[in-house]
């Protein structure tokens, strides 16, 4: 079966950096995509990675390592409207996104 | 019009009755999608459409049907509700063409099924 894993909420402090994790096993892999999510809100592009290496937007950058099924999300100088729900989803064989069930982010002043 | 909308912005049905979720993208993307959200799990796809004319099923497509008579709408239908479809209902929509093919997300629909 197809699966992605992602902690399910994480907490951190204004001003600080904070990594979320994402592994994955797909059927298959043409890119991985996060997302952003704000309560009660649709889901918003944040990066997308099909080659290994680190892909820097800003205070995100976003981690890959096909090898391991493995990537990351770096969230630095957090400020408080960063809290919010990041989904991380992986583009299988048949180019369908397969979602993780997201990593609520809580950032405390 | 910008972007992606979807109507009703929510809706509280009784079991058994058929709802239509309204899309429009003005976008002219390609494809489009449906998908739904539920507490605790990731977006699931219910159907897409790679083009106008031509449909696909998606990971759970059981009670829902969708068209797509022209490139910017895009309906999904419930033709008989169940409570199980209570969730809050997404459209999106990608040009279809390689690369990073961005999917875009619609507001959402939040339906409660009675």
């Known amino acids: 079966g197809q699966n992605i894993d992602q902690p399910t909420e994480m907490t951190a402090t204004e001003g600080a950096i904070v990594q979320i994790n994402c592994t994955y096993q797909t059927s298959g892999f043409n890119g991985l995509f996060w997302y952003q999510q704000h309560a009660g809100e649709a889901p918003t592009f944040l990066s997308y990675n099909v080659l290994d290496g680190l892909e820097e937007k800003g205070r995100f950058s976003s981690f890959l390592s096909r090898s391991k099924g493995y990537s990351y999300l770096l969230l630095k100088e957090l400020q408080m409207k960063d809290s919010a729900s990041y989904l991380c989803a992986v583009r299988d064989s048949n180019y369908q996104l397969i979602w993780g069930a997201g990593t609520k982010l809580i950032i405390k002043p | 019009i910008a972007g992606i909308t979807q109507a009703p912005t929510s809706q509280i049905l009784a079991a058994g009755r058929r709802m239509t979720l309204r899309c429009t993208q003005d976008m002219r993307h390609n494809a489009m999608y449906w998908y739904r959200q539920d507490l605790g799990l990731g977006l699931r796809l219910i159907h897409y459409s790679n083009t106008a004319g031509t449909t696909g099923k998606g990971e759970v497509p059981d009670g829902y049907s969708v068209s797509r008579a022209n490139t910017d709408d895009f309906p999904l239908t419930l033709a008989s509700a169940v409570p199980s479809q209570t969730s809050v209902y997404f459209c999106?929509?990608?040009?279809?063409?390689?690369?990073?093919?961005?999917?875009?997300f619609g507001p959402g629909t939040r339906l409660t099924v009675l």
């Open positions: 999106a929509s990608s040009d279809g063409g390689t690369g990073a093919d961005t999917q875009y």
